[in-house]
């Protein structure tokens, strides 16, 4: 099983530029969510989505879309990359609400 | 302000000995707690997770404790091993659940051989 799937592994993006995240999971999970990582801040929950045609809010949204038109698939949209979006992105995936994630290898993210 | 803290940036522990990772929280509804151990260029694996209920949970090598009254969490891996040398997330939830998590920053352990 690939299990949580992540592409690019690296970008590079220009401040404006947008750009999409990939994220895919091989698990049937009804549960996805895409987390960022910086230095000393752990991961922070960006968006997450409970089910096809459902996402919402995490603790860190702004400057970030979703959207999930299948189960497997919950792709990370950047509409305006700001140098504030450097950072490591790793998607999550879980059976249901009671876990525990299970984390892609992640997308590192520059914006000069 | 952070809800979940690890003050220790760092550890580095002799092979064979204890490894004793410490994590604080505020917030008094988070009622489960997770342990996270992250590979460089790897994605966290879920290492051994404790419900509010218990006070201690055992998974071979790993123990968490848990003490409520001192919103803190430890985790103790007996004996260390060189391929436990790693950076460790301690991460917790308030829907009783594995998954809406919110993470400390994390400690790098260096188990030396």
């Known amino acids: 099983n690939a299990g949580v799937t992540q592409t690019p592994k690296f970008q590079v993006l220009k401040t404006g530029q947008s750009m999409t995240l990939q994220c895919a999971q091989d698990m049937n999970h009804e549960y996805m969510s895409w987390y960022r990582q910086d230095p000393g801040m752990g991961l922070r929950l960006i968006h997450y989505?409970?089910?096809?045609?459902?996402?919402d809010q995490g603790e860190v949204p702004n400057g970030y879309n979703v959207s999930r038109s299948t189960t497997e698939d919950f792709p990370l949209r950047l509409l305006s990359a700001a140098p504030s979006q450097t950072s490591v992105y790793f998607c999550?995936?879980?059976?249901?609400?009671?876990?525990?994630?299970?984390f892609g290898n992640g997308t590192r993210l520059t914006v000069t | 302000d952070q809800q979940v803290k690890q003050n220790s940036p760092s550890l580095s522990v002799q092979e064979g000995r204890i490894s004793i990772l410490n994590c604080d929280y505020t917030n008094s509804m988070f009622d489960y707690f997770l342990w996270y151990k992250k590979y460089p260029a790897e994605g966290p694996t879920f290492l051994i997770s404790i419900s509010s209920i218990k006070d201690k949970n055992e998974d071979g090598r790993f123990t968490v404790f848990l003490n409520k009254s001192a919103k803190h969490l430890s985790l103790h891996i007996v004996p260390s091993q060189p391929g436990d040398s790693a950076v460790y997330f301690c991460a917790a939830s308030d829907n009783n659940a594995g998954n809406m998590l919110t993470f400390g920053g994390g400690t790098r352990l260096m188990v030396k051989p």
């Open positions: 989505s409970v089910g096809a045609g459902i996402t």
């Open positions: 999550a995936s879980s059976y249901g609400s009671t876990g525990p994630l299970h």
